[in-house]
């Protein structure tokens, strides 16, 4: 993970048993659960120093970040080879990484185009995930 903006804060034990809960981290998960889950682990921290670490991480390219469908910002640990795209299930949250070349180069084009540099994008896929699609699922869930 990258982490150049966290070495300028202070590193504390609970801060880095909360970076490695967020490293084990397999779909997005939103501050306050993942303060629920250090809690759980027994890891005192604040959730002010969880949404501070996460922002820092996202700030840093250390995580990639989409939104819910309540707006709530969801955090997962971005891969070293960097961001993702994602396809997000509304229903259960499950997340899967998609190809998204063509996403990258139009963003490079757009680049190349207006003379902008630093380009950075977010392209958000949500939909209904395989399993809570299925009719057993829909009808338990009515």
């Known amino acids: 993970m990258r982490g150049s903006a966290l070495a300028n804060q202070r590193s504390t034990r609970q801060r880095r048993q909360l970076l490695t809960l967020f490293q084990a981290c397999e779909d997005f998960v939103s501050a306050r659960s993942l303060h629920a889950a250090a809690e759980a682990a027994g890891i005192p921290i604040g959730l ?33 080879e960097g961001h993702q795209h994602y396809v997000v299930c509304r229903e259960c949250g499950l997340s899967r990484a998609v190809e998204a070349e063509q996403v990258e180069r139009w963003a490079q084009s757009v680049a190349a185009t207006t003379g902008f540099t630093g380009i950075d994008h977010v392209v958000e896929l949500t939909g209904v995930c395989a399993d809570c699609n299925r009719p057993s699922t829909r009808a338990g869930a009515r």
């Open 48 to 80: 002010t120093t969880v949404y501070r670490t996460l922002r820092i991480l996202e700030a840093d390219g250390g995580a990639d970040v989409l939104r819910d469908v309540n707006g709530e910002r969801l955090y997962r640990p971005r891969p070293d």
